[in-house]
């Protein structure tokens, strides 16, 4: 059974830092590459970063670049991302994907940045 369990959401200040975990089962991690998205009230998902299958290679949102950090330990079949000098607009529901030959989603996890 596939499963991909995000974590490490929650409240936390403008300026202040949190790492979202996923972690994957039921299918070959370490084969695919992998995706943070973000989906805030009222807008469309967008693209966060993601991470080859290796880890060698990352890729970011233009708007994130510096301050967000993609990586990966397929030892462990779980992806993170590293945000730091958090906004308000970063408050979002944050999903983890994988995809290869599939295209696996997981739930979500609620980010919010407020004082």
């Known amino acids: 059974q596939v499963q991909v369990v995000e974590s490490g959401g929650g409240l936390v200040q403008p300026g202040g830092s949190l790492r979202l975990s996923c972690t994957a089962s039921?299918?070959?991690?370490?084969?695919?590459?992998m995706s943070w998205y973000r989906q805030a009230p009222g807008k469309e998902r967008e693209l966060v970063a993601s991470i080859t299958k290796d880890g060698r290679t990352t890729s970011y949102a233009d708007s994130l670049k510096g301050r967000f950090t993609i990586s990966r330990d397929n030892a462990k079949n779980t992806v993170y991302l590293q945000m730091n000098s958090l906004k308000p607009e970063d408050t979002a529901v944050y999903y983890c994907?994988?995809?290869?030959?599939?295209?696996?989603w997981g739930q979500g996890t609620q980010v919010t940045v407020s004082s």
């Open positions: 994907r994988a995809l290869w030959v599939k295209d696996y």
């Open positions: 039921g299918f070959t991690f370490s084969s695919y590459r």
